[in-house]
Every structure is written in structure tokens, then in C-alpha cells.
């Protein structure tokens, strides 16, 4: 058995699981069927076929977000970048629960504490603290439910419904950005490195897990990235790193890109 069968296994067995606790999980939280339904509102508010998505890779250092034109996306401790209020973010997403621990007191109050308006997309498990936290951010707030099987090409993208697990932010927003319709996705600060030597981009140095589970991680992570460079290729959207130095390579990389 070679190391492509046994990772094929691996993920066979990891989509049981999944849908399984899944399942239960919905059983469970029987609110997180009602508050992802008006989601699907966002398909009419897109400005153009074109959207930024801005990862937080350190080359985003070099992005002036006033100079994105068009609609863009933004994830997780993006806060910790310093933009004027002239060009906001379009949609500002954040996916992981932890965001909500006690620990994360700092990250959770940077999200909702912005000098900028804009439009919150995020994980049901965000419901309950921010509504008690900041109800006034709930109503500029959309949720999703990302607890079903691993994100495959063969997906129907339906956000008022459990959506494919993509285990990282970034590729969330690409699944995103198709949902909503748009056909040219710009990637910007997706070094693709966090597992290997470079931080966030506003980080001045590495404070993630040891090598062994970065790389566990990631392997999921990657087979995600190239399952969603194939649903774009069969529903002929474009997407493109401008990232020039990622070491992703699931997407065309625009070589001549000042990123």
C-alpha cells in the first residue's frame, strides 16, 4: 500500500467521523439550522465578478488595502493591520471557535472592536458570545455551520447548510467567494509558510505547534486547496495567487505580482 492509498484511507475514514459527529452535532445545536438561512442574502450584494481574498501571511505587509478596488475579504486577526476607514473590508471572516475561549479574550474583542464598518461573516460558535458580548454587531453578522465531511470538488456549495470542512480560514473564504458568485479570485498574502519559517504578518516570530503537527495539519489543508482549484476549474472560475513567493502551488501564481 503506497503513501496516496493510505492518505485516501485516511480521508475515507476521516469523512465517516465527520459525519457522524456532525450529525450529532446538529441534533445538538438545532439553532445553528436557523441562524445560517439568511446567508444566502449576501449572493446580491457583490459589486463586481472580482474579490480579494487577504490571507495573513507576512507578505501582506506589502498590500495598501486603499488601493483594492473592488470587494475584498478579510480573516481573523486582520485587526492588527492598520487601515485607514476610506476603504474597508467587504466581509470580515472568522471560523475558529477558540476565538470564543476565555484565552482568546484579546483576539475576540480585536474582531468586534474595528474603526471601520463591515460585514461579519462567521461560525455558528460565535452566536452565543457575540450576542452577548456585542448585539449590535448581530445584525451585520452572517453564520455558517463548517461541520460536515472534508470539502471535495464534488461539493454543491450551499452556506444555509453544513458546508465541507476546509481546516484553514483562508481556504474558507475561496469557498466563500464561489458561493457568492464571483468568477476572479485574487489571493493576497498567502505565503503558505505559517508551518515552515515566516510568521504572520504581524508576528515577529513563530509561535505555532511542532513541526510534526503543522505538517499533520497541513496535509489536510493542501489536499483541500487542490479539491478547490478543480471545483473552480469545472465551474470556470479563476483564481490567482498573487502571491508570488507561496509555496502553495494549487492555483496559478502570478509571477510579475509587486506581492
Not at 498590500?63 to 470580515?92: G, H, Q
Not at 476565555?102 to 460565535?126: A, M, P, V
Not at 510568521?199 to 503543522?214: E, G, I, R, V, W
Request: glycine residues 4%; aromatic residues 16%.
Amino acid at each position: 500500500m503506497n503513501v496516496d492509498m493510505l492518505f485516501s484511507l485516511d480521508l475515507f475514514l476521516y469523512n465517516i467521523l465527520k459525519g457522524i459527529k456532525c450529525f450529532s452535532e446538529n441534533i445538538h445545536n438545532r439553532d445553528y439550522n436557523r441562524i445560517n438561512k439568511k446567508i444566502a442574502e449576501l449572493k446580491k450584494r457583490k459589486h463586481s465578478d472580482l474579490i480579494y481574498i487577504c490571507a495573513n501571511g507576512p507578505s501582506l505587509n506589502k498590500v495598501n488595502c486603499d488601493e483594492l478596488k473592488d470587494d475584498y475579504i478579510v480573516m481573523n486577526d486582520f485587526f492588527r493591520k492598520k487601515i485607514s476607514s476610506k476603504n474597508p473590508p467587504t466581509y470580515y471572516m472568522a471560523m475558529d471557535g477558540a476565538y470564543t475561549e476565555d484565552r482568546f479574550e484579546e483576539r475576540f474583542n480585536g474582531l468586534f472592536n474595528l474603526n471601520y464598518e463591515t460585514t461579519y461573516i462567521l461560525n455558528c460558535s460565535f452566536y452565543k458570545k457575540l450576542n452577548e458580548r456585542y448585539p449590535k454587531h448581530i445584525e451585520n453578522s452572517y453564520f455558517f455551520y463548517s461541520g460536515r465531511y472534508l470539502f471535495s470538488h464534488k461539493n454543491k456549495l450551499d452556506y444555509t447548510k453544513p458546508v465541507g470542512q476546509t481546516w484553514n480560514v483562508a481556504s474558507e473564504a475561496i469557498v466563500f467567494a464561489m458561493y457568492l458568485g464571483y468568477k476572479e479570485i485574487r489571493l493576497l498574502g498567502l505565503d503558505y509558510s505559517v508551518f515552515a519559517n515566516n510568521p504572520h504578518f504581524y508576528a515577529t516570530a513563530q509561535s505555532h505547534d511542532s513541526l510534526k503537527n503543522m505538517l499533520f495539519k497541513y496535509c489536510f489543508t493542501t489536499h483541500v486547496h487542490y479539491e478547490i482549484a478543480k471545483y473552480a476549474k469545472d465551474h470556470n472560475i479563476k483564481i490567482i495567487n498573487m502571491t508570488k513567493n507561496t509555496l502553495l502551488d494549487a492555483y496559478e501564481i502570478d509571477g510579475n505580482s509587486p506581492y
